[in-house]
């Protein structure tokens, strides 16, 4: 029987643990829990201590995903188990997640509804990164960004020197796990209101959300976002030279450039396909 291992990361989260710990330890006893303290303030270590969970500590922040990194290698589960350390997964819905993966998959993915949601802005963003990805992919993706899923440790550390050390960790792994031909499902959840105060902040955080529809389309196929675009500055040219061609008779530099935009677009579309795919080459 493979053996779970269960990594929560936390910065100041103590409130939530203190909950949380007690409730995962009786729902998978025989689970090896690790919380990966970012470098909090609060008493994280002595929560973790009097729950008997095994507690790795950063001196400093370094970030939500590189607390999974870390966590994802100390781990010596066959199976690894990611949740939120803020209280919003429910360790009920671990064994649900687990009997997915048995079915053959190598990554099952808790999916929020709208309800769970942190917020109507967040759950806009989050539909719209959904349907780029699906469309990228050729797959129904139901929560591109869900911190909690279930996947097993040897296809997930394939990708640890992809994942970065903020917050779009979920976002990388789903689509390195798509890019790579492995088996991802999704399990509808429910999530409960977090405990204690988001470490997201919405301006800074905006613009890193905005980079992550780059990185979706970068991470699997970087000329399925490249070449429309493309394609729209050239037509933009052929409009542009039509109307000046009937106004003045002429060719001008606005034809000239919008064209020149649509080839540059498309080679760096090209090259950046190019190292997608040495990305993800592996040698045997």
């Not at 969970?53 to 922040?61: A, D, I």
């Not at 990194?69 to 066959?78: E, V």
């Not at 994942?163 to 976002?171: I, Q, R």
Request: contains cysteine; aromatic residues 10%; glycine residues 10%.
């Amino acid at each position: 029987m493979s053996r779970l291992s269960i990594i929560l990361p936390a910065k100041n989260e103590a409130a939530a643990l203190k909950n949380l710990l007690p409730r995962l330890t009786a729902a998978q006893p025989g689970a090896e829990i690790i919380v990966v303290d970012d470098g909090s303030t609060d008493d994280t270590k002595a929560v973790c201590a009097d729950s008997g969970v095994t507690c790795l500590s950063s001196p400093y922040s370094m970030g939500n995903g590189a607390a999974i990194k870390r966590g994802a290698r100390a781990a010596i589960g066959d199976i690894l188990v990611f949740m939120d350390g803020d209280g919003q997964h429910d360790p009920a819905d671990i064994e649900r997640l687990v009997a997915r993966l048995e079915e053959g998959y190598d990554m099952v993915i808790g999916a929020r509804d709208w309800e769970s949601q942190a917020g109507v802005g967040r759950g806009l963003a989050n539909t719209l990164y959904n349907w780029l990805a699906s469309r990228m992919t050729g797959h129904v993706v139901a929560d591109l960004t869900s911190g909690f899923r279930v996947t097993r440790a040897h296809r997930f550390r394939e990708f640890l020197h992809l994942l970065p050390n903020g917050f779009s960790y979920p976002t990388t792994s789903t689509m390195a796990f798509f890019r790579s031909a492995y088996g991802v499902a999704y399990e509808p959840i429910k999530a409960a209101e977090r405990i204690g105060k988001s470490h997201i902040k919405p301006l800074k955080d905006g613009i890193r959300f905005l980079l992550i529809i780059f990185k979706i389309a970068t991470l699997y196929s970087p000329l399925k976002l490249f070449a429309p675009v493309s394609l729209a500055f050239i037509g933009l040219g052929f409009v542009n030279y039509a109307f000046t061609y009937v106004a003045s008779g002429r060719l001008t530099n606005g034809s000239t450039l919008m064209w020149s935009a649509g080839v540059i677009v498309f080679l760096i579309g090209l090259v950046s396909e190019q190292i997608t795919s040495l990305t993800y080459r592996r040698d045997e």
